[in-house]
């Protein structure tokens, strides 16, 4: 799940200078590290990477703010100012700018201590916006609770673009950083380049921070009745997912349990069935008619386009491969 708009109440009214400015200071800062080669960039990020044990040992406090500008590729840079630029500028809007830029920095901060005292003795650099607009979605998730979140939904073949609460967004998103932030403490848990803690531990500041806030200013939520939880396309793409996973699930489970043939053809079964729902549904959308996973209208075929040359790429693996 992607998000790139909201529909919030009430929308932003003023112009979020501080969400551009940090966009801006990011890509800015991004470009200089590109521009110094490889070995320049890496020179870079450990110098002004927030590194736990340099921290504990009292050295480069001022890591704690510029490890947050800081980002380890392009698509690491480009997640996160999406996600920043979709729920940054509300939050701005309702905090106000200054009370904003304080509790964006003060949420990286607090982010980054949470992976310290998770890894005291970690050595690699931690970068990026990530702990800080983890505060920014918990602030939204209060603040917005019920906000409609357009989405780019993606499984397998089936793509399409839905509509969704902030509340089950922004909820989902959270329960999966906590799993996989208990999951990376294990003494057998694979390396991670993914600070799951460090998300946890700025989401749960921008919870007590923003609820704070909006106590010391008896600062009341919009009118939320009536407001749907998800749109159509959103409900019947996660149907899609959750059956597909049961019957692949199930099919790996006969493989596993001896039925090798059995598990086989049922693997095979399930992947011809994904295939011609996928195809049929793509070709209803692109032909401006309601498939499963909605309509297409205009520039949106061609996210059904892309799902039936999806479709027929899964087709060719299941029966050549």
Not at 250 to 272: D, M, N, Y
Request: charged share 10%; proline share 4%.
């Amino acid at each position: 799940m992607l998000p790139y708009a909201d529909e919030p109440q009430p929308s932003a009214r003023r112009l979020p200078v501080v969400t551009l400015a940090i966009i801006a200071l990011c890509i800015a800062v991004f470009a200089q590290e590109v521009s110094l080669g490889q070995e320049g960039a890496q020179a870079f990020v450990e110098r002004w990477g927030f590194v736990p044990a340099e921290f504990w040992a009292g050295r480069n406090l001022v890591t704690l703010v510029t490890s947050l500008f800081l980002h380890g590729g392009l698509l690491h840079i480009a997640g996160n100012m999406l996600f920043l630029w979709v729920f940054g500028d509300n939050v701005e809007d309702q905090l106000g700018h200054g009370t904003f830029a304080l509790f964006y920095l003060a949420s990286g901060m607090v982010a980054n201590v949470v992976f310290a005292v998770a890894f005291p003795d970690s050595t690699q650099p931690l970068v990026g916006a990530s702990g800080a607009i983890a505060g920014v979605l918990a602030a939204y998730l209060l603040l917005f609770p019920r906000a409609m979140v357009r989405t780019l939904l993606a499984f397998g073949p089936f793509i399409t673009l839905g509509r969704v609460s902030a509340a089950i967004l922004i909820g989902f998103w959270f329960l999966l950083q906590v799993i996989q932030g208990a999951i990376s403490v294990l003494p057998i848990a694979p390396e991670s380049d993914v600070a799951f803690l460090a998300h946890v531990g700025g989401f749960v500041f921008g919870l007590i921070a923003t609820g704070t806030i909006r106590e010391v200013r008896d600062q009341s939520l919009g009118d939320w009745s009536g407001r749907r939880w998800w749109s159509r396309s959103f409900r019947n793409w996660l149907l899609v997912a959750v059956v597909v996973t049961v019957l692949l699930a199930g099919s790996q489970l006969l493989l596993s349990g001896g039925e090798a043939v059995t598990g086989a053809l049922a693997r095979l079964t399930v992947g011809a069935g994904v295939v011609a729902l996928a195809l049929l549904d793509g070709v209803a959308r692109l032909l401006g008619r309601r498939g499963i996973l909605g309509t297409a209208p205009r520039a949106n075929k061609l996210i059904a386009l892309a799902q039936i040359l999806a479709a027929l790429g899964l087709a060719g693996t299941l029966f050549t491969g």
